[in-house]
């Protein structure tokens, strides 16, 4: 849970950095990375972004857009750690039983 009270207000209205300088979208738990990510993943446009995350108004993902472009070397480096470490786990990850069963079955590869 994030302590509201320790929140940090920045110039961007709908922005806010946590104590660990993360910043985050007022009034929701929601990183700015994250919000980008979602954009760079599925190739949305800010009222895609909207349609698929109703609990952001069109401001607050303006602001967080607004952010992450003026900070952006910043949050790209923070965007290259998680893929590190996303690939790192898919690297250590074992199969699953369940595909080790369709692969069994002759429905993988």
Known sequence: MIDTQSLIPTEYPHIVLSQDNIPLIVGTTMKVVELVMAQRAYGWTPEEIQINHRHLSMGQIYAALAY???HR???DADI???ETYITQLEQQAEESPFVTRLKAQ???P
């Open 106 to 108: 002759g429905l993988l």
């Open 80 to 82: 290259q750690r998680r």
């Open 73 to 75: 070397e910043v949050l």
């Open 68 to 70: 992450y472009w003026d």
